[in-house]
């Protein structure tokens, strides 16, 4: 028979033992608290493309309409202080039907949750979504800064807000030629 000694035996002691068991709680919550975070942030990217869509698909549309009022179809010529004066910077919209806007300055003030298309029929596949439009004349510090008089070109901010997120702002502007 072998006999067991003292200072020989194998295995853990309970230090060991408790101390293992705190590193490895540390290490399961750090992946726990990783994966949270990956888990809850997932559907960003759909949501923000979500988003960039719906921004592409009003800024396409209105981009595809008159500058003003007062400038003909096909545009020439434009509108300006010695042809035909364009609208002036205050009172945009003129209360006309969704349907039936035919300028820049008629999406002033727009704002629609759900959004709707151009026909005025809510877009399904983004409810919850909410889409906001003002339409201004540049300030003079950026007409200077872009070289343009002031009724050269109207500054359109486009904002989106997806639902429960922050909202994205997607700034352009329509020339006056």
């Known amino acids: 028979m072998s006999e067991v000694r003292a200072g020989s035996a194998h295995g853990f002691t309970l230090v060991e033992t408790i101390i293992s068991m705190v590193v490895i ?6 992946i726990t608290s990783t994966l949270a975070f990956s888990l809850k942030r997932q559907s960003d990217g759909l949501w923000q493309s979500k988003a960039a869509a719906l921004g592409t698909t009003f800024m396409e549309e209105i981009l595809a309409r008159r500058f003003d009022e007062q400038t003909p179809v096909g545009g020439e010529p434009p509108c300006a202080p010695t042809t035909t004066p364009c609208s002036p910077p205050a009172g945009f919209a003129d209360g006309e039907a969704r349907s039936a806007f035919d300028d820049v300055d008629d999406y002033d003030g727009l704002d629609e949750q ?17 889409v906001q439009i003002s339409v201004r004349y540049p300030s003079a510090a950026q007409q200077a800064a872009l070289g343009v008089t002031g009724t050269d070109i109207k500054v359109v901010d486009l904002r989106v807000t997806p639902p429960g997120q922050s909202p ?8 006056n030629w």
């Not at 959004?115 to 005025?120: A, K, L, T, V």
């Open 25 to 30: 709680s540390i290490a399961v919550l750090g």
């Open 114 to 130: 759900p959004p709707r298309d151009e026909s005025g029929v809510p877009m399904a596949e983004f409810s919850g979504y909410r």
């Open 168 to 175: 994205l702002l997607f700034s352009f502007v329509r020339a």
